[in-house]
């Protein structure tokens, strides 16, 4: 590993500045948990490395009255998936953080490092396609908003540009009679990446689907809302036979390949059988 300057800012700003004065040959640290083995290995050689720890803004985890919540892009995986908030109003979200690596590993990767890592089996991101979330953006020009949904445009590559960092994610308040639940796939429990990870969440109202959200991973270049099987169950009556026709619809949308962790038609069936589940349990807590 060659050596590199290490820099230290203490905000957002400073952050930016530091960026642009060394660009390409800059590298974000956040938990490190995907930059220093990279670093190790010789697949990165940056002449500046940015230490984000200690930007407060970035660790900020708070209720935004009527609206919400905001995720600073350095809040750890395992504050997530303890976090009393979380765990009660975006369940979906604390089980995902849940399933990030093992509690060593959870102490140190960030929600931000997960999602701009852009890993296509990302456990963090279905989640919070599925609650709707935004990315609050910095770069010189100041910020900006970018829906997840548009956030992710190819393996390992996001929106954010060369002088851009992500700030943090402002995630819509469920709502009540709103459930959600994740579920993935993995040949061992934990220290494993995505086979397949679907996210679901339904919003209720007078006994029907207001709303339903469903996004994938590890089934396309990017993780993606299954929009059709979204739109099946909306205004209607949430029943077995429509959670399964919603889970056949979530396969058509799936884009999967075959490597040596599973085949695409494997993948194809485990998108069926994780959507029917996460689903059946989003529709229970709703109810609850």
Do not use: W
Request: positive net charge; hydrophobic residues 45%; glycine residues 8%.
């Amino acid at each position: 590993m060659r050596r590199f300057e290490i820099v230290l800012p203490a905000s957002v700003d400073d952050c930016l500045r530091a960026v642009v004065e060394r660009g390409s040959e800059t590298k974000l640290l956040a938990g490190g948990t995907d930059l220093l083995p990279q670093l190790k290995n010789g697949l990165l050689r940056p002449g500046r490395v940015i230490d984000l720890s200690g930007v407060a803004r970035l660790r900020s985890l708070e209720a935004v009255a009527g609206r919400g919540v905001r995720i600073g892009s350095t809040v750890t995986a395992r504050t997530l998936e303890t976090h009393p908030l979380v765990r009660s109003a975006y369940r979906a979200l604390a089980e995902s953080a849940a399933l990030v690596g093992s509690v060593q590993v959870r102490n140190l990767a960030t929600v931000g490092g997960n999602l701009c890592n852009a890993a296509p089996s990302a456990d963090m991101a279905p989640p919070l396609l599925a609650l709707d979330a935004e990315a609050v953006i910095a770069g010189p020009a100041g910020e900006r908003r970018v829906p997840l949904a548009s956030f992710f445009t190819g393996v390992r590559r996001t929106v954010l540009g060369q002088d851009e960092l992500l700030v943090e994610l402002i995630v819509p308040a469920p709502g009540p009679r709103s459930g959600g639940g994740y579920l993935r796939h993995t040949p061992r429990r934990e220290l494993d990446i995505a086979v397949v990870g679907v996210a679901s969440q339904l919003t209720l109202s007078n006994g029907v689907c207001a709303t339903a959200r469903i996004a994938l991973a590890a089934v396309a270049p990017v993780p993606l809302r299954a929009t059709a099987a979204e739109q099946a169950l909306a205004g209607q009556p949430v029943t077995p036979e429509r959670i399964a026709q919603a889970a056949d619809l979530a396969v058509e949308a799936a884009r999967p390949i075959s490597d040596q962790r599973g085949s695409a038609d494997f993948r194809r069936h485990l998108v069926r059988v994780l959507t029917r589940r996460t689903l059946t349990t989003a529709l229970a807590r709703a109810q609850a």
